[in-house]
């Protein structure tokens, strides 16, 4: 009987302590509880508003101040051409295009300058001068210059006292007759110019030759030399020069005793000194010989 209660009681507590161990292990876990449901309106989300996140102002470095600078624009003068004739309001850049489209009574002026070439009148009635005949220093400066290539003027084609040149430096002509100046059948006006460094076999300077009567006034004539006569001044047997004075020329000068006054012998008003020629002969006139 005793052993009985034994096993049963060892029974019973084998039973409770099954039933502990069971309990703790297989007990369910709660379920959580679902959310309220909700009553009335929804409460809105607040809207964030994000603060912005404030970015450093840079410091602006002012700009340099620029300061404009103004280049004056190249003025360009029109080139005007050198010979102008006057009258017919029209510019060349050689005397003789000039001449060659000149009426009568038309008036050349021609600037300071060297012009190289051999001109002709072509027997027109026209002034041809210097911007200032007068002055030595222009006449000076305004120079036709031959290139020993024929006489540097040349009137012959029945010129008259109406063809006037005046006002230049006449230099570096040769030729057989007139280096400087060739008058042939014409009677042109030479006024107030300087004829010097020329050549010719008669005439250095200036020849006149056949029925010509020129009026030669108030020039220099100088440095000029001639191979056979006239080494300033040749004038032909049928030719005849007067000065203003209406004088015919002495003949035979190289120069004339007691003319001479520091080398230049001066006689009605035109000037010469140091012309030769190289025939040996006086008679042959070193600044004025008519044949």
Not at 2 to 23: A, E, W
Not at 199 to 218: D, F, K, L, Q, W
């Amino acid at each position: 009987m005793k052993n009985s209660r034994k096993v049963f009681v060892v029974f019973l507590l084998l039973v409770l302590l099954s039933g502990c161990r069971s309990g703790s292990l297989s007990s369910p876990q709660s379920s959580p509880s679902p959310p309220p449901e909700a009553t009335g309106s929804p409460t809105p989300t607040p809207t964030v508003t994000p603060t912005p996140t404030s970015t450093p102002t840079p410091t602006s470095t002012p700009a340099p101040t620029i300061t404009p600078v103004f280049t004056p624009l190249l003025t360009l003068t029109p080139f005007t051409p050198p010979v102008r004739n006057l009258t017919q309001n029209t510019s060349y850049s050689t005397i003789q295009a000039a001449i060659n489209e000149a009426r009568n009574g038309d008036e050349i002026v021609v600037s300071p300058g060297t012009y190289r070439e051999n001109i002709s009148f072509q027997g027109k009635k026209i002034t041809l001068r210097s911007t200032a005949p007068g002055d030595p220093s222009v006449v000076a400066s305004t120079i036709i210059d031959g290139r020993s290539a024929g006489a540097v003027v040349t009137f012959s084609n029945g010129e008259t006292r109406e063809a006037v040149l005046a006002g230049f430096t006449i230099r570096n002509g040769s030729s057989s007759y007139g280096g400087g100046i060739y008058i042939f059948s014409a009677s042109p006006n030479i006024t107030g110019n300087t004829v010097q460094n020329n050549s010719a076999g008669y005439g250095g300077g200036i020849a006149v030759y056949h029925h010509s009567s020129p009026t030669i006034t108030g020039n220099v004539i100088k440095g000029n030399s001639a191979y056979d006569a006239g080494g300033g001044i040749w004038v032909g047997s049928t030719a005849f020069v007067k000065d203003s004075h209406n004088t015919p020329w002495l003949r035979l000068n190289c120069p004339p005793s007691g003319s001479e006054t520091n080398g230049v012998w001066v006689y009605r008003d035109n000037a010469f000194s140091a012309n030769t020629h190289e025939n040996g002969l006086e008679s042959a006139g070193c600044h004025v010989y008519f044949d």
